[in-house]
């Protein structure tokens, strides 16, 4: 605790790259501290801001008459602790992000959190006798037991300040709750069922037929958001067949935490193998010494790295330390929540976006206030306040959705290295097929390599079978112009045993491409330079970056020819020819267009069930899933993520193999994978066929090392964005043309660091948005970083309003080049 500064550093949600500057009162000098939240003058209104930093002197003394005082602490304890408030400073530095940003980001709740805090009169108060005499009439407006938010007491008793009510939470003269503002209703759907199916002469429109069939399939009552993503304007279908008697509907209040509800998994006895044992000790052997160690635990899909994060987790706790557990995406992984809440009980907080504000800043209170020991969470999780925070775990460490694609472009990834440093905690990267900068890094030592390269139980690695398309697919097939003979026979051999298969294809809708037979018109987005792609449930078309859609046309809008055909294949049409191909299998989907909330749990939950026999789906079912009684994986066509113009798109594209063929095989039955492809010969397919990550590495960082590109590189992207092609190519060329006079200006930039471009980027509209980016690279992240923040600085970055026009986006350590 820092006394009697005469100054405040305090973050604000407003466009600025620093925190602003503000007096200490007297009244306040001895109870501020770093992390707390604070109530300061922001032009010509108040703002809650988190104070950042405290100092006795000013960088420029000058400002020292102009400069404004803190107003009012909102809570008598800081919501983060130091080194909380040094990581999120950290975080706004690396990635070049106002330090605002960040704060709103890691702590949404922090924004206006004086309308959520509510006080009720405790059971059991002090005497009042011995309260300050200002407060008295405060205790007596809450004695009729009503909670009352504390912004109505402060307008109230317009005389008392928050700081100064904040003296009954210490005194415990109130209990404190945090829930949304008075009057806002719980969150409400209307949840449809089928009262009847119509009779066979019954005549059903389009919207009609599609919204009936669907709720017959889920056989339980569908909420109307869910029923939305099916048919766009489904209210008046609804309606309709509610008037008829088909369907009936109930208003319900949402259940916001997807996770309460779960069957929790009970904890298993298991011997751990010899490798998880040297993974788990070699963990300890950090602990024990203190010492901040970055793991990489490299383990083949089923070679139980959850259970080795459990035993870690355990070991930590019995040290009297805590854990936190990042997950790509939260709710596609039910089943790792439920394991883990066996194991450890309801000491555990997660964090979802599914979480209201004011549950949201609950959570935060509760691991704040010690009352948690795990915090499971997405990537927003690393800002969680964890307090003697001994170990973090980043399952599938491989995965992009760690990396934040707006507002700051942080990599949780990246981010618990550096948190866990100056928690001195240890990180555990887990992943089957790590990313090549972590495996690298553990090759140089500056990482801990623990392989486990064997299945638990000597489960053998699924056989995989590469189905070369141009010679045994298409036309070769008397059943199938999408799927191989090979694939085909094992389906029917699968469906016979009663095991389930999945089948895997990148690309979702009916048909990714439609164009005009006669005059080749192509079906594009307005707003994007992107095709349009048929989704034939909605029997319409859409974009799946800005949402665009209309419906399929019946004719050419430029010769009104009739004849439009539909290109290419997506997992609704996979789904529907499947359908035909084995008319007695029960075949689902998992998309994004069909599991969204309930509707993904109630999917994963009948798969697991074995109450689907075959499942399509994207890169959703490559996600880490455990489904014992899969034997069988397809993947329809390999070879769509090598098309991609992205140094990553072979690494990517092994992942994505190794990935989906590890759901095959996990149980006692053994494991075919069939990888249909038009390029057979590509390493990444042979490879990823023989599950030889090794050589996959070593040929793939060698291609990388002369074109100097991660892991022998850093990159950082500017990218640009604007409603004007004209303004956005000119904002592009003037951060060009600050890089090159710093290039001239200092020999040893131009002799470390490459810039190419500005160019357009690959898509090069986005929501109406023209896009350019240029690229900064070079072995030397010092310099780099110096050199862009000069570059920024010499194009007006920094300013106030200095893009007003054109957005631009400093991206460091870039995961997409799109």
């Not at 707390?36 to 000013?58: A, D, I, M, Y």
Request: hydrophobic residues 40%; neutral net charge.
């Amino acid at each position: 605790m820092t006394n009697l500064a005469k100054y405040a550093l305090v973050a604000l949600d407003v466009p600025l790259f620093t925190a602003l500057t503000y007096r200490v009162p007297p009244q306040l000098a001895q109870h501020l501290e770093v992390g707390h939240l604070v109530q300061v003058p922001f032009r010509n209104r108040s703002k809650t801001g988190l104070l950042v930093g405290l100092t006795n002197e000013l960088d420029d003394p000058e400002l020292e008459p102009k400069l404004k005082s803190v107003v009012d602490v909102l809570d008598p304890e800081p919501l983060l602790s130091e080194t909380d408030v040094r990581f999120l400073n950290f975080v706004a530095d690396y990635y070049y992000s106002p330090i605002g940003e960040v704060v709103k980001m890691a702590v949404p709740s922090a924004v206006r959190v004086e309308g959520m805090k509510h006080y009720r009169l405790a059971d059991k108060p002090p005497d009042a006798a011995d309260l300050d005499e200002a407060l008295r009439p405060v205790v007596d407006a809450l004695s009729q037991g009503e909670e009352v938010a504390i912004k109505e007491l402060r307008e109230k008793f317009s005389d008392l300040t928050y700081h100064r009510l904040s003296e009954l939470e210490k005194q415990r003269f109130v209990e404190v709750s945090y829930q949304e503002k008075k009057g806002l209703k719980p969150k409400t759907d209307f949840f449809y069922e089928v009262v009847r199916k119509p009779e066979p002469d019954e005549r059903l429109g389009k919207n009609q037929e599609v919204l009936v069939e669907h709720l017959v399939e889920c056989e339980e009552a569908v909420p109307r958001s869910e029923l939305r993503e099916i048919v766009s304007s489904a209210y008046s279908s609804l309606k309709s067949l509610e008037k008829r008697g088909i369907l009936r509907s109930e208003e319900r209040e949402i259940y916001r935490d997807p996770f309460a509800e779960a069957t929790v998994t009970p904890p298993g006895n298991f011997e751990l193998t010899q490798d998880q044992a040297r993974a788990v000790n070699a963990i300890a052997k950090a602990r024990q010494a203190g010492r901040f160690e970055g793991f990489v635990l490299h383990g083949v899909t089923g070679s139980g790295k959850t259970e080795v994060y459990v035993r870690v987790i355990k070991e930590t706790l019995q040290a009297g330390r805590r854990g936190l557990v990042l997950l790509p995406e939260i709710a596609l992984t039910p089943q790792f929540v439920a394991t883990f809440r066996g194991h450890f009980g309801d000491r555990i907080a997660v964090l979802h976006s599914g979480l209201s504000p004011a549950e949201k800043f609950d959570q935060w209170r509760r691991i704040k206030r010690d009352e948690v020991d795990i915090v499971i969470g997405a990537r927003s999780a690393i800002f969680a306040p964890v307090r003697d925070l001994g170990v973090i775990v980043v399952d599938e460490e491989h995965d992009t959705s760690f990396k934040q694609e707006r507002g700051p472009r942080y990599n949780a990834r990246d981010m618990a290295l550096v948190r866990a440093k100056l928690e001195g905690a240890q990180v555990l990267l887990g992943s089957a097929t790590p990313i090549l900068e972590s495996y690298h890094n553990a090759r140089t030592e500056r990482l801990t390599y623990l392989p486990m390269p064997d299945r638990v139980a000597d489960r053998p690695l699924p056989e995989v079978e590469v189905v070369d398309m141009r010679r045994d697919g298409g036309a070769e097939s008397d059943r199938s112009d999408v799927l191989s003979r090979q694939l085909l026979n094992a389906i029917d051999d699968t469906l016979r045993a009663e095991k389930q298969a999945i089948l895997f294809l990148n690309r979702r809708g009916y048909s990714p491409c439609v164009v005009c037979d006669s005059c080749g018109h192509l079906f594009q987005c307005p707003n994007c330079d992107v095709s349009l792609t048929y989704h034939r449930r909605m029997e319409a078309l859409r974009c799946h970056h800005c949402d665009f859609s209309l419906r399929m046309p019946e004719k050419c809008p430029d010769c009104e020819h009739d004849g439009i055909g539909r290109k290419g294949t997506g997992t609704e049409k996979l789904q529907s020819h499947l359908t035909e191909l084995f008319p007695r299998a029960r075949i689902a989907r998992l998309d994004r267009d069909t599991s969204k909330g309930r509707g993904l749990r109630r999917l994963l939950r009948k798969f697991r069930n074995r109450e689907i026999d075959i499942l399509v789906g994207t890169q959703m079912v490559t996600k880490g899933h455990d489904f014992p009684h899969v034997t069988l994986v397809g993947v329809v066509l390999a070879d769509m993520s090598l098309n991609f113009p992205d140094f990553r798109a072979a690494e990517r594209t092994f992942q994505l193999l190794t990935q989906v063929a590890g759901r095959a095989g996990r149980a006692d039955t053994p494991g075919k994978v069939f990888v249909q492809t038009y390029l057979p010969e590509h390493y990444s397919l042979t490879t990823a066929q023989r599950h030889d990550f090794e050589t996959f590495a070593e040929r793939e960082l060698k291609s990388r090392q002369a074109p100097v590109y991660p892991p022998f590189a850093h990159l950082i992207a500017i990218k640009f964005e604007g409603a004007s092609e004209g303004a956005t190519i000119q904002a592009a060329r003037r951060y060009a043309t600050a890089a090159r006079r710093l290039f001239k200006a200092e020999e040893r930039f131009g002799k470390s660091i490459a810039m190419l471009g500005p160019a357009m980027a690959p898509i090069a509209r986005i929501k109406n948005r023209s896009r350019w980016q240029l690229l900064l690279k070079s072995r030397n992240r010092k310099v780099l970083r110096h050199f862009a923040a000069r570059m920024l600085e010499l194009a007006g970055h920094f300013e106030v309003g200095g893009n007003s026009r054109v957005r631009v986006i400093v991206d460091v350590d870039p995961i997409s080049m799109l």
